[in-house]
Nanobody
Framework: QVQLVESGGGLVQAGATLRLSCAASGNYAMGWFRQAPGKEREFVAAISWDAYSTYYADSVKGRFTISRENAKNTMYLQMNSLKPEDTAVYYC?????????????????????WGQGTQVTVSS
């Protein structure tokens, strides 16, 4: 069915930049979530299937940019000015529905498929 593969994580210093990629088997409304040890999985950013709409958590707004290239079935998360509190496993997710009716992009239950995650570690 829908396959999602994340890549691009790594160990960097505060202030550095990383770009995460999520290769998919189709084009869907998609999002990025992250989970730190002992914490719940939290919303980071989301994008509609046609990139018309984007959404961001307040904690990353102005630093992270979500985008996609539908010709390659790939979604990206450009992460600038990384902070130690950004340290987490980052997951991409795909939804068979849409985000246009309400704030459904915020909830993990709105997504039907998940990647395996990629580790991002930001040192101080």
């Amino acid at each position: 069915q829908v396959q999602l593969v994340e890549s691009g994580g790594g160990l960097v210093q505060a202030g550095a930049t990383l770009r995460l990629s999520c290769a998919a088997s189709g084009n869907y409304a998609m999002g990025w979530f992250r989970q730190a040890p002992g914490k719940e999985r939290e919303f980071v950013a989301a994008i509609s299937w046609d990139a018309y709409s984007t959404y961001y958590a307040d904690s990353v707004k102005g630093r992270f940019t979500i985008s996609r290239e539908n010709a390659k079935n790939t979604m990206y998360l450009q992460m600038n000015s990384l902070k130690p509190e950004d340290t987490a496993v980052y997951y991409c997710a795909a939804s068979l529905g849409s985000f246009r009716y309400s704030k459904t992009y915020y909830y993990t239950a709105s997504y039907d498929y998940w990647g395996q995650g990629t580790q991002v570690t930001v040192s101080s």
